[in-house]
C-alpha cells in the first residue's frame, strides 16, 4: 500500500509539474506534505532534510547576494559594454556577464544590466537582451555558487553520500563549454531579432478604462463617442459584466460600468482623460501626471499568481497599473482580474513614495534606472569584495567550509549596515528552500516505500548491458527537455534521484550521470520558462518563443555536444 501511495504522489508531481502552471513550490511542497501525512516520512527525517547543509548553504548564498547586488564594480563596467559594432558587442556583453554570473547571482547580473542595453543608442535591445541571459546562463555552470541549480545537486549529494561538490567541481566541463557558448553567441549573432529599441513597447499594452455611472458616454455608440479613432490606442473589447465583447463593433452603445480595453501606445493614455467619465484602472486623478515607470516581474515576486487587486498593489507599492503587457499569450478581460505571472511587463503611474519602498528589488525588475538601489561606499565595496574572494579560495582548497565563510560574509554585511535585519526578511528565498526540502524529503520518502528498490529491482536486469555513455547521454537529454517544459530547478530536483539510483544499479560512479543533470538543468537556451533570465528578457527585447527557438537551437546544440564529450573525460566512466 505504501508502495501504491509513492506512486501516485510521485505520478502526481510529474504531471503538475509538466502541464500545469501552478507555483513550483507549491506543487513540491503539496507532495512534501502527502509523503508526511501519509506516514511515508517521520518528523525528524524531514526537520533532517529542512537543516541539509547544502540546502543552508544555498539559503546563505542568495541572502549574501542581496548585498553583492550593491557593489558597484559591475555598473561602473556596463557603461563601456555596447559599442557600434554588433560583434564587439555582444562579445564584451557575453564575457563581462559570463564572469560576473560565476560569483554572483545571475538574475542580478541581468537585472543590472538590462537598463544599460534597452538604453544604448548603437544597437536595438533585442539584440543584445538574448546574448545578456545566455551569457548569464553559461556563467552560472562555472562555480558552485554560479546559479542554484548547481548548489541543488550538491545539496543533494550532500544528503546521499555526507559531502557536496566543490566550489571549482563543475570547471573542468564548464569552462570550456562556456567558450564554445560565448562563440555560437557571437557566431549567430545575425539570428537576433531586430525589434526596435524604443524603451516603452509600443503594441501589446493592456489598458482598461471604465465608464463612470455620471458619464456623457452612456447611451452613445463607440462610433459617436469618437473611441475608435485614437491614434496609437485600439478599442480591443468590451466587458459588460461576465460577457466580453471582442471585436467591438462601431455601432455598439457604451452603458455605466462598461470596461473598455484598449491596447497599444501606453504613454498615450493621456488621450483617455478627455472623454467625460472614463476613469483607468486604479487611478486616481492627478496621477496621470506622475512619471511614468516601466517594470518587469521577477521570478518568485510575491505578487506572482495574484491579481492586481488581490495584492492591494497601490498600497503596497505607492503606483497604480496602467497597462499591462505579456509576449506569448494574449490577454483578455478585466485587467484587475488577470493574474500576473513572472515576466510580465507593467507600466506604472508611480506615486511620490514609490522610489523609496524597500520592496521593489524582490518584486521587480526596473527599467527607469533613477529608481534604483544606490551603489555602496568604495571602502565597504572592496571590504565586500576582498572577503567573498577570501571565503571562496578558502573554501576551494577546503581551508573553510563554504557554509561558514557566507556566515561570516553575511554577518559583516549586517554589522557595515550593507543589509539590514528587514531586507533579508524580504528577500529570504522561501520558495527555492521549500522546493528542495521538499525535493529531499519525497526521495527519501519513496526510498523508505521500497518503491526505488523495486524500481531498481525490476529495471536492473535491462540496464546490466547499458553502456556507462549511452546512460550519461540520456539523462543529460531527459533533464535538459524537463527543463525547458518547466523550470532549471524542478528539473535538477526531480532528476538527481533518478540519476543517482541509475548508477547504483548500474554499478557504476553516480559522478558523471550526476554532471549530466547539473549541466543538462541549466541549459535552457531554446524557451523562455526553463531559466529565470529567460523570463526576465522576454517583454524587454519584445520577443516571441520563435526568437528564443531561432537564435538559441545551435547554442543548445554545439554546448551540449561539448558537455556531452567532456563530462567522461572530467569524471571518467
Not at 145 to 160: C, P, R, W
Not at 368 to 374: G, K, R, T, Y
Request: aromatic share 8%.
Amino acid at each position: 500500500m505504501e508502495q501504491i501511495l509513492g506512486a501516485l504522489i510521485l505520478i502526481w508531481l510529474i504531471v503538475a509539474l509538466v502541464a500545469t502552471h501552478w507555483p513550483v513550490a507549491w506543487i513540491f511542497g503539496s507532495s512534501m506534505l502527502a509523503c508526511y501525512l501519509l506516514g511515508l516520512i517521520d518528523t525528524q527525517s524531514l526537520l533532517d532534510k529542512a537543516s541539509n547543509e547544502g540546502v543552508l548553504t544555498l539559503v546563505l548564498l542568495l541572502l549574501v547576494s542581496v548585498g553583492l547586488e550593491r557593489l558597484p564594480w559591475l555598473t561602473a563596467l556596463s557603461q563601456r559594454i555596447v559599442v557600434p559594432s554588433l560583434g564587439g558587442s555582444v562579445l564584451r556583453l557575453s564575457t563581462i556577464t559570463l564572469l560576473f554570473s560565476a560569483l554572483v547571482n545571475n538574475t542580478a547580473v541581468v537585472a543590472t544590466l538590462a537598463g544599460v542595453v534597452r538604453k544604448n543608442r548603437h544597437h536595438a535591445a533585442s539584440q543584445l537582451l538574448l546574448p545578456l541571459s545566455y551569457a548569464a546562463i553559461l556563467g552560472g555552470t562555472l562555480t558552485l555558487i554560479g546559479t542554484s541549480t548547481n548548489l541543488i545537486v550538491s545539496s543533494f549529494l550532500q544528503d546521499a553520500t555526507g559531502t557536496g561538490l566543490n566550489f571549482f567541481a563543475f570547471l573542468p566541463v564548464a569552462l570550456p563549454a562556456a567558450v564554445a557558448g560565448i562563440t555560437a553567441l557571437w557566431l549567430f549573432r545575425r539570428r537576433l531579432p531586430i525589434n526596435g529599441s524604443s524603451l516603452v513597447p509600443i503594441a501589446e499594452y493592456l489598458i482598461e478604462a471604465e465608464v463612470q455611472s455620471n458619464s456623457k458616454l452612456i447611451g452613445n455608440s463607440i462610433q459617436a463617442n469618437g473611441l475608435r479613432d485614437l491614434g496609437d490606442l485600439f478599442l480591443v473589447e468590451l466587458v459588460r459584466g461576465d460577457v466580453v465583447l471582442s471585436p467591438v463593433a462601431p455601432t455598439q452603445r457604451i452603458a455605466a460600468g462598461d470596461k473598455l480595453i484598449f491596447s497599444g501606445d501606453v504613454t498615450r493614455v493621456g488621450a483617455l482623460e478627455r472623454f467625460h467619465g472614463l476613469k483607468l484602472f486604479a487611478l486616481e486623478a492627478g496621477l496621470l501626471s506622475a512619471n511614468m515607470t516601466e517594470v518587469v516581474i521577477m521570478p518568485n515576486a510575491a505578487i506572482v499568481g495574484q491579481t492586481i487587486k488581490e495584492n492591494r498593489f497601490r498600497a503596497r507599492f505607492d503606483a497604480a497599473v496602467v497597462g499591462l503587457k505579456r509576449d506569448g499569450a494574449r490577454l483578455s478581460g478585466k485587467l484587475g482580474a488577470i493574474r500576473l505571472q513572472a515576466g510580465d511587463s507593467l507600466m506604472l503611474a508611480a506615486g511620490p513614495d514609490f522610489a523609496q519602498r524597500s520592496n521593489l528589488s524582490k518584486n521587480f525588475l526596473i527599467i527607469d534606472q533613477e529608481i534604483d538601489s544606490s551603489s555602496l561606499p568604495l571602502t565597504k565595496s572592496i571590504f565586500l569584495s576582498v572577503s567573498l574572494v577570501a571565503v571562496i579560495l578558502l573554501s576551494a582548497f577546503e581551508f573553510l567550509s563554504l557554509l561558514k565563510g557566507l556566515a561570516f560574509v553575511l554577518a559583516s554585511m549586517l554589522v557595515l549596515g550593507v543589509v539590514s535585519g528587514s531586507d533579508l526578511r524580504r528577500r529570504f528565498p522561501f520558495e527555492m528552500w521549500l522546493t528542495i526540502i521538499s525535493a529531499l524529503t519525497i526521495s527519501q520518502a519513496l526510498a523508505n516505500t521500497g518503491l526505488i528498490q523495486e524500481f531498481s529491482h525490476t529495471i536492473g536486469p535491462a540496464l546490466t548491458n547499458v553502456p556507462t555513455y549511452l546512460a550519461v547521454v540520456m539523462v543529460y537529454l531527459l533533464t535538459l527537455l524537463l527543463t525547458e517544459l518547466m523550470t532549471n530547478n524542478a528539473a535538477a530536483a526531480l532528476m538527481f534521484p533518478v540519476a543517482y539510483s541509475l548508477a547504483l544499479t548500474i554499478g557504476v560512479d553516480p559522478m558523471p550521470l550526476i554532471m549530466a543533470v547539473a549541466f543538462g538543468a541549466s541549459a535552457s537556451f531554446i524557451t523562455p520558462f526553463g531559466y529565470a533570465t529567460n523570463l526576465m528578457i522576454q517583454n524587454l527585447g519584445g520577443y516571441k518563443r520563435i526568437d528564443y527557438w531561432r537564435y538559441g537551437w545551435p547554442i543548445s546544440l554545439i554546448y551540449s555536444a561539448v558537455v556531452l564529450c567532456l563530462i567522461p573525460l572530467a569524471f571518467p566512466l
